[in-house]
């Protein structure tokens, strides 16, 4: 298996008003983004090509958003992306740039 593209732990995983968990991890690999909980159990995925990742209008800068089989995610993510060595998941630009870079459309 590849190493992964794009790895963020510790990120709140939210559809529409709902937390699905506080502590999840977002993973571009192999052409694939999956959003999994704490514990690592698949929340959705979707090939890199069919995920619109986005920033939302008036929101503060640690949140993304991601469009998946239909269903829109609100990713909240660190402000600043961490220094190197210390725990905590990367800026949400950082997240976008990614998704696009794997989806071949740029970053």
Do not use: C
Not at 5 to 27: D, M, P
Not at 46 to 74: M, T
Request: charged content about 25%; cysteine-free.
């Amino acid at each position: 298996m590849a190493e992964p593209e794009f790895t963020a732990t510790g990120v709140r995983i939210g559809k529409r008003l709902r937390s699905l968990t506080r502590a999840g991890q977002v993973r571009i690999s192999d052409g694939r983004l999956e959003l999994l909980t704490s514990y690592g159990s698949e929340i959705d995925s979707a090939p890199v090509q069919a995920v619109r990742a986005s920033r939302p209008w008036f929101a503060p800068e640690d949140r993304a958003l991601a469009d998946l089989n239909g269903q829109r995610y609100l990713l909240t993510l660190g402000h600043h992306d961490p220094a190197p060595g210390e725990p905590g998941p990367p800026a949400a630009r950082r997240f976008i740039e990614a998704v696009r870079r794997a989806a071949g459309r740029g970053g």
